[in-house]
């Protein structure tokens, strides 16, 4: 069996959490609000880490969307209403680690789970989770590109969030909070810092390249899949972002 044919349904969810995570990541780097998406990738953990600890992991997609809606809404509150957010957003995040920590700390497997919901291994990813998390990210990309641009005020912020929280409640669960906030931001950033390409096309590109660098690099050299990917889409970034200043004479 070829690595294409054991493999495929890993790739094509690699490139659909670049393009799904790269809506959310440019309009979070736009708002100046980078600790957003990690804040509720962990608070949506917390739900996972209870149905794991006490429910023997039954209603996990609930408890994980209820937690990550829970955390987008306060969130969506707290944008016009609390002086330095991103100070606000960050003790969200400490609050979320800190109580996964806890639930966790009478758990056999504690140190296990906390592992996978920081970074998860997607190599074998089966056909049922792809088509799953297709379907998901399709209706989520159509409500970004056709609803959301006519929106304005809270209901566009409450909209916002409301789609992040979902995504984030399923890509928490298949690649972890950290592999989810490296995609949100590393692809973005670098699509926002170059001038050339329109940022969005660049961004989902660029992701897509180190994702899948990233897949086929773990596979053969037997790395954790979900830090590799945080490894590689973040040290391209930076190295894009660099050498792109150098470049332009701005270092």
């Known amino acids: 069996m070829s690595l ?11 490139i659909a959490l670049v393009f799904i995570h790269t809506i959310f990541g440019l309009e979070i780097i736009k708002r100046g609000v980078i600790f957003t998406d990690l804040a509720i990738g962990q608070i949506a953990a917390i739900g996972m880490a209870i149905s794991v600890a006490f429910m023997d992991s039954r209603y996990q997609s609930v408890m994980t969307f209820g937690f990550a809606l829970f955390a987008a809404l306060i969130i969506t509150w707290a944008m016009k209403r609390v002086q330095k957010i991103e100070a606000f957003i960050g003790l969200l995040y400490a609050l979320g680690i800190s109580s996964i ?43 970004m590109f056709t609803l959301y641009p006519r929106l304005s005020g809270l209901k566009k912020e409450l909209l916002f969030f409301m789609m992040l929280a979902l995504t984030v409640t399923s890509s928490v669960q298949s690649a972890g909070v950290l592999v989810v906030f ?4 590393a692809p973005s950033y670098a699509g926002l810092s170059q001038k050339r390409f329109q940022p969005f096309l660049f961004a989902t590109l660029f992701g ?32 894009l972002v660099v050498f792109g200043s150098l470049k332009n004479g701005k270092v």
């Not at 294409?4 to 690699?14: D, K, T």
């Not at 490296?182 to 931001?185: F, G, K, M, R």
């Open 182 to 185: 490296a995609l949100l931001i």
């Open 4 to 14: 294409i044919e054991l493999l495929w349904p890993a790739f094509v969810l690699a």
């Open 101 to 143: 920590m806890l639930i966790l700390a009478q758990s056999s497997e504690g140190t296990e789970l906390f592992s996978k919901l920081s970074a998860a291994d997607i190599l074998f990813t089966s056909q049922e989770e792809l088509y799953s998390s297709l379907a998901l990210y399709g209706v989520v990309g159509l409500v």
């Open 208 to 239: 897509s390249l180190c994702i899948v660098g990233a897949l086929v690099g773990s596979y053969y050299l037997d790395l954790p899949t979900g830090y590799a990917i945080i490894f590689v889409s973040v040290l391209s970034s930076l190295l």
